[in-house]
């Protein structure tokens, strides 16, 4: 048992029961910064990937992918885009931000239990300095999490500080070798 970089993990309140419940919740200050999030990314189109589009746009997502992960000081296996193929939309959802029909940036949810896991994004960071993408990712995962009715979502172990904005605490992890 080896303890990694920490988890970064939302729990959802029962008193949620869409997106403006969780944002009352917040403070003034973390609500500004969501609602001008959305705002900056409100002509951005999210569509559920399907296996045509991950087959098409599995380069490009391999790319992005490689480029956040590149940052990051967890360094786990090396993770192929091709595998959200193999796993089926009933353990995986996977979507696509396009901008002008253009892709650029990716996200995939898996689901087990009661627990929404995100460790899988990708997204254009030249593009993310002037659009908040991953933000925007961030904002659709809650959403989706709120909907569900899970009792937590998993964001993974990068940008803590970013994710905290969005009320998201760290949490100890493990991996196993």
Do not use: C
């Not at 729990?11 to 705002?39: G, H, P, T, V």
């Not at 900056?40 to 746009?57: A, G, M, W």
């Not at 089926?88 to 396009?98: E, K, N, P």
């Amino acid at each position: 048992k080896v303890e990694v970089e920490e988890d970064m993990v939302l729990a959802l309140q029962a008193s949620w029961i869409n997106f403006d419940d969780y944002l009352k919740d917040l403070r003034s200050k973390y609500r500004k910064k969501i609602n001008l999030i959305i705002k900056q990314t409100n002509h951005l189109d999210i569509r559920i990937l399907n296996d045509k589009d991950l087959v098409s746009y599995s380069v490009l997502m391999q790319n992005m992918f490689d480029q956040i992960i590149g940052d990051t000081k967890f360094k786990g296996p090396l993770f192929n885009i091709e595998t959200f193929r193999f796993l089926g939309s009933d353990l995986v959802t996977v979507y696509g931000y396009f901008l002008d029909d253009r892709l650029v940036a990716f996200s995939s949810e898996i689901r087990q239990d009661n627990i929404l896991y995100s460790y899988y994004v990708g997204f254009d960071k030249e593009l993310n300095t002037s659009v908040p993408l991953y933000g925007r990712v961030l904002i659709e995962h809650i959403k989706n999490a709120i909907t569900k009715g899970v009792n937590s979502i998993v964001l993974g172990r990068t940008a803590n500080e970013f994710k905290s904005n969005f009320g998201a605490k760290p949490v100890k992890s493990f991996v196993y070798v």
